[in-house]
């Protein structure tokens, strides 16, 4: 359920939730709403308490999301975008066929008509999700051989407020997004679904996985928490 609170004089809205957690966890999704998760017997009061010491984050993202819905991407040449952790210049070339190629710092797209050029990108980076994250997969699955775990599906998913999930039956999803990132970075949060399938909640177990599993993962989730805008821990 979606409430309503006033954060130093700003009316915030937010869904408070709780689980079987050790930690309390914040996140303000695309609509504007924060998602809150603690522990079962966190009070809501103490939530409120929570979210009154982090109102500058709450203020400096809420002015972020505000810009980004103002700033929204035109794919024209000139603008940036990234692939695997480097930023690339895109040039927008009017060509007979549709393609999409990396020279030096320029992404390329070539394009019928400059209307397509966002739905060619898009195609692009789900190709190479799949590519990329079809070899990042492998030996990260052998790794887990030992605890007789596999995933059920693999599947990749452009999501909003998560860069992967596990579900009970096994079913591992990538954001789309991750391809734009540091290729640790995606491995980390591969590392990090595989690990749901040994241990579903965020027990110490799970985290003791992390760290045989990936010994540096902490450095990589400190830096998916950096580049996510949305989310703080």
Aim: aromatic content about 12%; hydrophobic content about 35%.
């Amino acid at each position: 359920m979606i409430k309503t609170a006033i954060i130093n004089g700003l009316e915030v809205r937010y869904e408070f939730k709780r689980s079987h957690r050790r930690s309390v966890v914040a996140k303000i999704r695309h609509d504007g709403v924060i998602e809150v998760r603690a522990p079962l017997l966190y009070r809501e009061s103490d939530m409120i308490n929570f979210l009154n010491q982090h109102r500058r984050w709450i203020f400096n993202h809420y002015d972020k999301l505000q810009n980004t819905d103002n700033q929204q991407k035109k794919y024209v040449t000139g603008e940036e975008l990234y692939y695997l952790g480097e930023k690339y210049t895109l040039q927008v070339v009017e060509n007979n066929k549709n393609s999409v190629s990396i020279e030096g710092n320029l992404l390329i797209v070539n394009v019928k008509s400059p209307e397509l050029t966002e739905d060619q990108i898009i195609k692009w980076y789900k190709n190479r999700a799949k590519v990329v994250f079809g070899e990042l997969f492998p030996p990260i699955i052998e790794k887990f051989r030992k605890y007789n775990v596999v995933p059920s599906k693999i599947s990749i998913r452009d999501m909003r407020s998560r860069w992967g999930s596990c579900s009970r039956k096994g079913n591992i999803s990538l954001n789309l997004q991750l391809i734009k990132l540091n290729v640790n970075c995606i491995r980390q949060v591969i590392v990090h679904e595989m690990c749901h399938l040994v241990y579903f909640n965020h027990q110490a177990g799970f985290y003791s996985l992390m760290d045989e599993m990936m010994p540096d993962w902490k450095v990589w989730k400190k830096e998916l928490r950096f580049l996510d805008s949305t989310s703080f821990r």
